[in-house]
């Protein structure tokens, strides 16, 4: 353990230290090698054919050169026309590419000489015993660096070898051949290596630059911006791929645009829940300790009646939408509103241990809320709206309730039916609660409340005993002031 924990960081530092290099440094470098590497073989094989070509044509000329001047001298040589022999080697010389040329005797006497040509030890070493045509290379000592090669030719008269013709070539010229052959290739490599960068350069940018705003939009995806799209227009696997991200972040956000409006129909952490568990959607429930407050429109018969229906549904987004932020305030949701009544839950799907004291919470800001929306529909001449509030906990049902084409996630169960009961007997602006509520976890000590009376409860064989919640404590109540009065701004900032 104590190991690995001491190598993570070097491989960091690697990573952290890693030369970053672009594609287009890269794709440059790479066409750069292999058209050097192209090039230079070419050129390498270039100039070997050549060599070979033009030593093959030096051989050719040289050997038939000294063969038909063996055949000229030899009826010089049997009659001793040794000016003869001199003027046919002076003849020879007057090319220029023809350094000198030699006629030995078979005695490997020098007979006529004009020219480089090598010393006579020097032919009788190479010559030897051998009576047939024969090539060799030497070089001047009076001009090292002229590479030289000699073609001897014996001198036959019927089978008979009376001497040897020998001729000396220069390869100077074949040489300074290859030379501007190497250099033409030299500079051909240079400059299509020159322009292999620049072009790579460019093509590399060009392909590049679709990567590097796949990797912008990647980016943008990330941080939520669903509606970035590629503007690329290719007919490549470049634009299949801007196509193929289109199509993603069109899905995307379909995706965030559903999930945004499903949590608009189920609360937000029923709604992660359901979306993290896509596969274990399925009827059932499970019983949880939780808390059900239930907020009803004291009179809304009444009021509805007077309202026109616009106004009325106006009325209720506005309250209900309070109620909700309320909820959020307190860890709650609103599990469902049914007409003029909302049903707020706490401490389901996510357990809370406080999930009782935030509920009765919940209903006391609701209520201050109502009741500082009255002032202001007051001074507008409008009818004012009251609440009664029934908080109740204990142990319930929790699931998906329904049928399997058709279903909600929602509580039931005895507390829930007390809550909703309360709610239906509290008076306007009342929140009540059980006695068994009011004495649990220590909530008598953190709200205001009086004993209100004995009611009896559908299911319940003994009559029960119930509170009248009148506020927080001081400390509380100051928060829940300071926290109402940012609510309350931000929503007529939005109405404005």
Not at 66 to 80: G, N, P, W, Y
Not at 186 to 213: D, E, G, Q, Y
Not at 217 to 225: C, F, L, P, R, V
């Amino acid at each position: 353990m104590d190991q690995n924990i001491k190598q993570t960081p070097e491989k960091n530092d690697d990573k952290r230290f890693k030369i970053r290099v672009p594609i287009a440094i890269k794709l440059a470098i790479a066409i750069t090698i292999l058209i050097v590497s192209g090039m230079s073989t070419l050129g390498f094989i270039i100039l070997e054919n050549q060599k070979m070509v033009l030593s093959q044509q030096i051989n050719n000329i040289g050997s038939a050169l000294s063969r038909q001047v063996s055949i000229s001298a030899a009826e010089m040589v049997l009659s001793d026309d040794n000016l003869g022999l001199q003027t046919l080697v002076n003849n020879l010389v007057d090319n220029n590419q023809i350094k000198g040329a030699v006629i030995i005797s078979d005695q490997k006497k020098i007979l006529a000489n004009n020219g480089l040509t090598p010393s006579i030890s020097y032919i009788q070493h190479q010559l030897g015993n051998k009576n047939t045509a024969h090539i060799f290379e030497w070089a001047a000592v009076k001009n090292a660096q002229d590479k030289l090669i000699c073609f001897d030719s014996p001198i036959k008269f019927k089978q008979l070898v009376a001497g040897h013709v020998i001729i000396t070539f220069s390869k100077q010229q074949m040489v300074h051949s290859l030379k501007n052959s190497r250099f033409v290739i030299i500079f051909a490599t240079l400059l299509m290596s020159l322009i292999a960068i620049l072009l790579a350069f460019v093509m590399s940018r060009h392909l590049s630059k679709p990567i590097h705003n796949l990797v912008d939009a990647s980016k943008a995806i990330g941080s939520g911006d669903f509606e970035y799209r590629l503007n690329e227009r290719r007919n490549d696997e470049i634009g299949e791929l801007a196509c193929a991200f289109n199509q993603m972040a069109h899905g995307l956000l379909q995706k965030t645009q559903v999930e945004d409006v499903f949590s608009r129909y189920v609360s937000s952490n029923v709604a992660e829940k359901v979306l993290q568990n896509l596969n274990d959607v399925e009827l059932g429930g499970k019983h949880v300790d939780a808390s059900v407050l239930f907020a009803d429109i004291v009179g809304f018969t009444s009021i509805s009646e007077k309202l026109p229906p616009e106004e009325i549904a106006n009325l209720l987004n506005e309250y209900f939408s309070h109620i909700s932020s309320i909820a959020q305030l307190y860890n709650g949701h609103i599990d469902k509103f049914m007409g003029d009544c909302a049903m707020v839950v706490f401490g389901v799907p996510d357990s809370s241990d406080n999930h009782s004291l935030n509920a009765i919470n919940c209903a006391i800001m609701i209520r201050e809320t109502v009741y500082r929306l009255n002032k202001i529909r007051q001074k507008q001449n409008k009818i004012p709206i009251h609440f009664r509030i029934g908080v109740n906990s204990g142990l319930m049902i929790a699931g998906n309730l329904g049928s399997s084409d058709r279903m909600e996630y929602t509580v039931i169960g005895d507390p829930v039916n007390i809550a909703s009961r309360l709610a239906g007997i509290a008076e306007s602006d009342q929140i009540l609660i059980l006695e068994e509520l009011y004495q649990q976890n220590n909530i008598s000590t953190q709200i205001l409340a009086n004993k209100h009376k004995i009611i009896r409860v559908r299911g319940k064989e003994l009559p029960v005993s119930t509170w009248l919640v009148n506020n927080m404590v001081p400390e509380q109540e100051k928060i829940m002031q300071k926290q109402l009065d940012n609510i309350l701004n931000i929503s007529d900032e939005t109405d404005s």
